[in-house]
């Protein structure tokens, strides 16, 4: 599975249902990592991470359940900015971390060893141990992601998306290998553009993917055409792209044979068929596990890896 | 007054009751300063400065009031060592601490940008703004000094006390002119070898102490002959000192004109007289900030400046 963050961690709590631990790689996102205070937060990564350990926060979509921010109050009383919510428990994965890798070990190592000091028995590679880094430039500005997301809300008119360090990345060891195997490949319903694209902006790993697509299936993350939350839609239109099915599935032309459509988009089929992709209809709102389970069933069947 | 941790904290309390803030300059210890998870934590200085800002764990001798340990906790789950407390709120400190050095700034411009978010108004400086380390050798090993203290307990036969980058190091922007301008200067009742001892090691500021003596007092840190915490005993024996207050004496004769004795002590004032110190007579035990209020103004008036 390719995973971005909130969309991501929600259908993998149904395809963990379906799949044996030791059979699933999820291959994550850090473009959007950010240092907070000198700390590497790797969002996209913990919120995959904590979903496995059946310890993330089920409404927020990021961080731990239960999680204190104590630091964080500390943190504005002394003047330092907080627009990133960092919570106490959540502080010690980023501590870890960054100790780790100051002391020169890769990014796919530490997130192996948080694995699996968090009990989680799945495998989950960061799409490179290089640094790769995604800027919005959003209102005549060149934001960081986080910057743009979290602090700014997301506001002013998308121009362009830059993955930085992406031409140079490789991919982390391991992911080749595991999208070469893999009997099923599951693009989850992530933001296109700054969640799955920024490994698809990886020559290796692109290519990787073209090879396997008769086996590769994205799902849409859009519902009545519109995406369920987050600012994609802005960024669509900002980049000169469809807000539509269809729109999405062009980014995807070439990486995957099926596209999965929310039902209440099914007037988008034909159109996403004249692509050359093949269609598969679902439910894609996940409000509850059982939700997710239902649609990752219907995600696994269509590439011939599904219970029957 | 020179500062090392608890000694000088609790001492603090009743001093700040004879002095008005903006007359009070402390002088910290940063030789104990030690990385944790790679953020920069100055022990000495916090407790002085919690205490300032009356925030400090009254009990303990270190950390904040009700802090809370979950991100400590969380880091013990992900393998990491534990064995150097530090609360959630606390962390806030060593982040903002950490992120500010990074940045090129001196550690006196950060401790005073912490002295005023904590609304301290005394003026709190390390002793430098240059790494200074202490190091323990102990039972055939060289330990930084936290690790001594807090890892292994101060256990171990003391063979040497290092203090490394001292002779080099200059006194940070404030520490000469405090020193050379001030009415009274007050030793805590810290370790003379390991929390003053670092302050003294700097040559231009033993100098400075040198030359104002005569506006100097030493409080001893036993009482009837002995610490009442921490491994100053062990040390001094290790080293070769006697474990006296003469032993103490010896090690500031040159820097203070006036030794404060506690009264369980009384026996040894004829023995520090004789190396040329006046001795004062006091109660030395702090257990409340009304006894340590009666040390302060023993002690100010000794030296010309308390109350009648």
């Not at 979509?61 to 921010?69: K, Q």
């Not at 009383?77 to 990133?84: C, K, V, Y």
């Not at 590769?216 to 993350?221: F, N, R, V």
């Not at 269609?279 to 029957?308: C, F, I, S, W, Y």
Request: net charge positive; glycine share 10%; with cysteine.
């Amino acid at each position: 599975m390719l995973a971005g963050g909130v969309g991501a961690a929600r259908f993998l709590r149904g395809l963990a249902r379906h799949t044996e631990p030791r059979d699933l790689t999820i291959i994550g996102n850090t473009a959007d990592d950010e240092e907070f205070f000198g700390l590497h937060v790797s969002p996209d990564l913990d919120t995959v991470l904590y979903t496995l350990a059946g310890r993330a926060e089920p409404r927020r979509g990021w961080g731990l359940r239960g999680d204190t921010f104590a630091c964080l109050r500390a943190l504005g009383r002394l003047g330092a900015p907080t627009w990133f919510a960092l919570g106490d428990r959540d502080l010690a994965t980023h501590l870890v971390r960054t100790a780790w890798l100051r002391a020169g070990r890769p990014l796919s190592a530490v997130t192996a060893h948080l694995a699996r000091r968090l009990g989680v028995r799945a495998r989950l590679l960061p799409m490179t141990d290089d640094r790769v880094r995604t800027f919005v430039h959003a209102g005549g500005r060149r934001l960081p992601f986080q910057d743009y997301l979290v602090r700014r809300r997301a506001r002013g008119r998308v121009a362009r998306i830059e993955i930085a360090g992406a031409a140079r990345a490789r991919p982390a060891p391991g992911v080749l290998p595991a999208l070469g195997r893999a009997e099923a490949i599951v693009i989850a319903p992530s933001n296109p553009l700054v969640s799955i694209g920024p490994m698809l902006a990886i020559p290796r790993l692109r290519r990787a993917l073209e090879r396997r697509r008769a086996r590769a299936a994205a799902i849409s993350p859009l519902v009545g055409g519109r995406p369920l939350k987050g600012p994609l839609d802005r960024m669509l239109r900002g980049l000169g792209h469809e807000v539509s099915p269809r729109g999405i599935a062009r980014l995807y032309r070439g990486l995957v044979g099926t596209f999965v459509l929310d039902r209440t988009d099914t007037v988008w089929a034909p159109r996403v068929e004249a692509l050359g992709l093949r269609v598969v209809l679902a439910d894609t709102v996940m409000e509850t596990p059982a939700h997710a389970a239902r649609l990752a069933a219907a995600v696994l069947r269509a590439l011939g890896e599904g219970p029957a």
